[in-house]
């Protein structure tokens, strides 16, 4: 079935240092590419999507491009802030029959920034 | 406007016990999910409604689990002999469409 990996963490970083978070999938179809974040305590945002090949989701300084050919989503970003320590999740939307859809997840990389 | 909003925020019963996780989407979202995310995991999809419906229930882990949405808004994910197991942090998600979905602050259930 479709599923999503990521690199694992923690990923420690000073402040302004530059961010690369990968995210590789495996999908059936062509699906739809998110990535989330959950700052503490608080619950899942979408951070930018993608939606086809070839694509560049960008928001708050992030980005990460829909790459088909090595199935890759990396989020990167260029110079980090302690207010982006968080947890990112790279995820996948079954775009199978019912096109539901419904996300599949990777198991989530923090990101801790250092002053 | 508001968003998705869940109730309880903790829950704590005892093996055996049944329990009731109640979402209120964001108005009118028809879509709804539900996942659950372990500790140091990703979410894992449960259930998607579109309207009253259960569309896809095919990430239930087995038949102690059932959720429900009867009038197409609220729904409430249902639990029936809890097992220690099932202690997690349960999600819930709407969408105007299929596209972009908006989660709640989740529930966080402890099966002691």
């Known amino acids: 079935g479709d599923s999503v990996t990521q690199m694992e963490g923690p990923v420690t970083l000073s402040e302004e240092a530059f961010l690369t978070i990968n995210c590789t999938y495996t999908a059936t179809g062509y699906p739809s590419l998110f990535w989330y974040v959950q700052y503490p305590g608080e619950g899942l945002q979408l951070l930018l999507k993608a939606t086809k090949a070839d694509d560049k989701g960008s928001n708050k300084g992030f980005e990460a491009t829909y790459r088909k050919e090595t199935t890759s989503f990396h989020l990167e970003k260029g110079s980090v802030q302690v207010s982006d320590s968080a947890v990112y999740f790279c995820a996948l939307s079954d775009d199978g029959s019912g096109n539901t859809g419904k996300l599949i997840f990777g198991q989530g990389t923090t990101l801790q920034v250092k002053p | 406007g508001a968003g998705v909003s869940q109730t309880p925020s903790n829950k704590v019963t005892e093996k055996g016990k049944y329990v009731e996780l109640r979402c209120d989407p964001i108005s009118g979202h028809t879509a709804l999910y539900w996942y659950r995310q372990s500790l140091g995991q990703g979410p894992e999809f449960l259930i998607y409604f579109q309207g009253t419906g259960a569309a896809d229930d095919s990430g239930l882990p087995n038949d102690r689990f059932f959720a429900v949405r009867p009038e197409g808004s609220v729904s409430t994910l249902k639990i029936q002999r809890t097992e220690r197991g099932d202690s997690a942090v349960y999600l819930c998600?709407?969408?105007?469409?299929?596209?972009?979905?908006?989660f709640g602050p989740g529930t966080r259930l402890t099966v002691l």
């Open positions: 998600a709407s969408s105007p469409d299929t596209n972009e979905q908006f």
